[in-house]
């Protein structure tokens, strides 16, 4: 998506949600410089919203590494945003959402009665002296070698060449998302909640 796009589409909403009688002169408030500057913090509050069926995603890259006690965990790059899915080879079914180290199912994961399993796998996004990792639990601690088969993230959005990458379904939350902040850093707080409804409502149709 544009930059120059998503700062019309701004403009557009913010001119649909202001008072009858109440305008914002954008010769005066540099609009399209706080967009900007907004853009890749709101891109990243769009995906991290927004259905897994939307996202862009990649391989996480590296091998899996091991504990010996049937759980694990993987490198992640730098650029990671969130988990789109991990399986191993032995679970029944694929892993879609991460817990994080400071959640109560996190500590769970450290009792081998209490951990994910086969049947139902846990991964953890974990800051270690490693760096970001994301742990999986479990497999039957008796195999040697287990195999990962799918480990796929979504990366956090950039802006490259005035550019932002947003799937196409995904802009209209983004446009919102992206007002309500303007809205916001300008204290419009009560238009800013008017664009509140927009968002949910969007993100209802999304979930669809």
């Known amino acids: 998506m544009q930059i ?6 701004v403009k557009v909403v913010i001119d649909e949600v202001s008072p009858s009688g109440v305008g914002i002169s954008y010769n005066d408030i540099p609009i399209d410089d706080r967009v900007n500057n907004l ?3 709101c891109a990243k509050e769009t995906l991290l919203a927004s259905p897994l069926r939307y996202l862009p995603h990649e391989d996480i890259p ?5 504990y010996g006690d049937g759980s694990g965990y993987v490198p992640l790059p730098s650029n990671f945003l969130r988990l789109f899915s ?3 080879e032995l679970w029944k079914r694929r892993v879609n959402d991460s ?3 400071d959640s109560e199912s996190y500590l769970l994961q450290k009792n081998p009665v209490t951990r994910g399993g086969t049947n139902f796998p846990v991964c953890a996004v974990v800051n270690n002296e490693k760096g970001l990792i994301l742990e999986w639990y479990s497999v039957p601690s008796y195999v040697r070698t287990p195999k990962c088969t799918e480990k796929r993230y979504v990366p956090i959005p950039t802006i490259e060449d005035s550019e932002i990458n947003i799937p196409q379904g995904l802009e209209m939350l983004m446009v919102y998302i992206t007002a309500k902040k303007v809205l916001m850093s300008l204290q419009q707080h009560d238009m800013a909640k008017a664009i509140e409804e927009l968002i949910l409502t969007e993100m209802k149709q999304l979930s669809v």
């Open 39 to 41: 853009a890749e913090d």
């Open 99 to 101: 817990i994080t180290e």
């Open 86 to 88: 991990f399986q191993m």
């Open 4 to 9: 120059s796009r998503l700062s019309y589409l």
């Open 62 to 66: 590296g091998d899996i590494e091991i």
